[in-house]
Every structure is written in structure tokens, then in C-alpha cells.
């Protein structure tokens, strides 16, 4: 049998059971961290076989769901990219499809794609610690048949929204609207809006995608806006980036250029947090640069918290301020009253007219999807665990998860999280221990989760796990930090204990609040 074929085992005692399919690694999820985290265990840990359940039709995630106008990044390819692929394309700001592409090639280029197990939503997940294992269920999207698996480790890379529901608020007289009203998750497959007055509610990286994109061809657009976001405009392409993979090796090129971003967004952030007002006043005074003569900045563009209080938004190539310049779209900053067959009626009572609405009003973040866990036949919920390094949850064995940075790309800490997996794969194996399980410390300090004040994350608060004040339960959002820690600190800290099957994960908790 080759190392990825699943091995059958008789699931428990009841022989009218079917054989489960047993993996060493469960997957859930075949986006960009899914495809990743793979990658890491087949390099870090290639003895070891592994299946990625996938709700969807195709691999992708994000980069396949999102459909609307300019999808594109909001982050540079040379940190959005896998460490291990250099991104060769010439845009470092990229285009949905090209970062699709890319992910579909590397899940091509490593073998993985007969791996990965279409159409399965994965709904529950049982652990047992005597038997050391997860019985994982997952529901077939085309069958509605239930499907079960068993598995030693369960990694999630299920991203960090739901993808079949989003946040629109509920603006009043929305049924009266004559025209069209989409939202940019669910963008239709043909959408018609060339001469069209459109409105863009919502002033996030999708607005900011979206509205110079259709401003090319619409009537015109208005982004409308309750209050305004930092914006900063950079070119697509990366003239360093492209130089170097002239004159050096792919590999060589692209890994000075990941280091030089990573190394530029870290000095940035920090100069925001410590001076954050004269981090406010050069933003600002690089868009008065690019917005004509006179125009409002106050008003549209400058935002009453700090810079990355909540993330920026990027302008690739100053194409927002370009189409605003040439009168194509526009900025409005006011509140809804309500919808009308019209358009959209402000507070001040001014009129916006419409034929489209785009309501870009934002995802609905969801963690590790909607799966039910459950411990040693006990209801786990997530939301109160406290992260361990950020990828796994206290009192929780065998379960880790991908999650990204806020304040840099996504795949820079999914890397190191796919990483250090398969480095407590291989302890485990040293130590001749099947259970990895990070146990409680007393007096750690609950810390929010996330500290951005992004409407997004407010909303989440309460379903979002929590960090805790100090190593190894605090959330770094550095990747410097997060190398020290995932990369090359020994996995033994004293926190998480290695157990071997049969050492009831309850019973751990139990130790360790007596010894509080
Ligand atoms: C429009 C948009 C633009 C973005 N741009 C950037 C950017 O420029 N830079 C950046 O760093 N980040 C960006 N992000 C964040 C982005 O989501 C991540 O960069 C990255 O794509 C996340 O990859 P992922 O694989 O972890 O999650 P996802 O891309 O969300 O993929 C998760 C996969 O898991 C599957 N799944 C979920 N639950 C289950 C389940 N229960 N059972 C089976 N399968 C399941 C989903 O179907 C999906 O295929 C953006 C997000 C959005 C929405």
C-alpha cells in the first residue's frame, strides 16, 4: 500500500458498522492553507497518508468563491504566496484568477488533487481518547449521504468566514428598490451594468476592489460610505521583484523579495502603533496628492481611529483616486435611511440614485466552519478555549487549525502553522505518544481574540476563541516572533503533554485545575 492510501479499520465494536476509511492526517478544507498544510506534512513528514475533505466542487476557496468585478489581492504575492512556490507572475498584486491558478498548481505540481475529497462538508467531529482518534463526519453536498473517516490528527484549514451567509444589515424599504441589489459574495454569473448608476455600499478592501473596476464601464459609480477607511496606494507591480528574478534564480529571487515585504510591512506596522499620529498625517497627506484639487479629504478619507486599527486598504496603481479624477466615480460619507424604488435615501434626505446596489457590507466570520466537536463524548466549544500558538485550543487533543495574520498576508503564518504541525507529528512519534494536548495553565489572563475595531471582528467577538496574556497562549501577529516560536522553539514547553491512547483528555484538565 503507498504511504496516502487510507488504511480500512473496523470502527469500534459494532461489526454492523462499515470499515471506516482511517487517515494519519485529516484535512479539512482545500484552500490556500489546505493545499499549504499538505504540502508541509508530505515534505516534514512524508511517511504519513492524509485526505482533505473539501465542501466545495474545486479547490481554491476564497480564490473560486469570489466572483465579483477586479477580485484581486489585497496583499503582495510574495508574501500571499507559499514559501516553498515562488510566485513568478509579473503583477504582485494579482487578479482572483491568477491566484486561483496558482493554487490549482501547486495542488497539481505535488499530487494532491486525487487527494482531496470534493463535496464533503464536514459537520461533526468526535474525539476518543482511547482510541486516540478523531471520527470525523462529513455530509456529500450532491447525496446529502453521511460519510465517516477516522483519523489521528484533524487539521482545519476552513478560513475564517461563512460561505453561505454574509452580514447585510437590514436597511428598510429594501423590497420597494426597482433595481438590482447584489451582495459581492454571491455575484451573479452575468451582471450587466455598462451605462448603469451604481452604489457601492461599504468603504472595505472589496469597495475598494470593486467600485474603479465598474467604474470602467458603468454610468457611474458611488461608493457610500458610513465612515471612511485608511487607503494608501502602491503599484501592482514590484520593479525590485521583477529585476531580481532577471538577473537571479527563481527561488533566490522571490525569497529576498518575500523577506524585503515581510520586513517593510512589519517596520510600517510598528511605526503606526507607536506614532500613530504622524503615521495619520502622511497617509493622509499622500492622498491629498492623488485626489484633485480641493477635494474633500477630511470628510472621505480620513478616519477617526488609528491607522491598522484596522487593516488598510490597498489602491493598486491609484486606480480609486484615478477614476475619481476623471469624474467616473464618486465618494458620498453619510448614513442610509432607507432603500427607495429610486435608489438609496440618506439621513440628510439627499437622493442617490440607482439602478444597481452592491451591499459590500461584509462577511460573516465564522471559525473552523460550523463542525460540532466533541471530547471524550463532551461538547467542546471553541469559544472558549484559549489558543494555544495561535493554531491549536486548550484542552482540545489532536486538533489544529490555519489561521492568518491581520496586519500581513494570510499564508506567511498558515506556512508556519503547516510547519510546526509536522514537527508535533514527529514528536510524537519520538516520544512513542499519540496525544498532543495543550493543557489549561492556571492564571493566564483571557485576551480578545483579535484587536481590531473592524465591524467584522466586533460581531465575532463572542464566537471567537481567546488568547491568553503571555507564551504560549499569546497571538503574535509578527511573523518574526511566530518563526521563533513555530519554527525553531522546542515543541516541549511544558504546556503541551504528550500522552500516550487511553489518557482521557478530561482527566488532564481535572490535573491541572487541582494543581491550580
Ligand atoms: C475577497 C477576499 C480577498 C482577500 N484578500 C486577501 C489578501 O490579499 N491577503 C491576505 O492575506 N488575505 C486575504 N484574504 C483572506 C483570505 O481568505 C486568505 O488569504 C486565504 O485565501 C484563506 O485561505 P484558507 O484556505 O485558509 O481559507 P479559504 O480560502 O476560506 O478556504 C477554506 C476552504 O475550506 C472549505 N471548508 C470550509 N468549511 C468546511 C467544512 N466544514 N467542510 C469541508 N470544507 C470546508 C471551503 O469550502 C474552502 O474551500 C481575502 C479574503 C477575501 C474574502
Redesign the pocket.
Known sequence: MDSQSPSPEASGSDPREPALEHYDVLF???????VGAAYHLQKGSPGRNYVI????EAIG???DL?RYPG?R???DMYT?GYSFRPWEEAKAIADGPSILRYVNDTADHYDQSALIRFR???KRADWSSAEARWIVE?ERTDTKEKVRFSCDWLHM???YYN?KDVYDPEFEGRDSFRGTIVHPQFWPEVLDYSGKKVVVIGSG??AVTIVPEMARTAGHVVMLQRSPTYMVSRPSEDGIANFLRKVLPSKVAYGITRWKNVLLQMFFFNLARKRPAKVKEKLIDELRKMLPEGYDVGTHFTPSYNPWDQRLCLVPDADMFESIKAGRASIVTGKIDRFCPEGIRLENGELLEADIIVTATG?KVQLL?D?AFTVDDEPRNISEALLYRGMMFSEVPNLSY?F?YTNA??TLK?DLTGGYLTRLLNHLDKTGTQIALPAREPGIEEVPFLDFTSGYVQRARDILPKQGSKKPWKLYQNYALDMLSLKFASVEDGVIRFLPRGAPAAAERDRTLEAA
Open positions: 479539512v478544507g482545500a484552500g490556500l492553507s489546505g475533505l473539501e465542501g466545495r476557496g476564497t480564490w469570489f477580485i489581492s489585497d496583499s500571499l464533503h462538508q464536514v462529513a484549514c476552513s478560513g460561505y478592501a472589496t462577511l466552519s463542525v490555519s492568518g498576508s494570510w498558515a
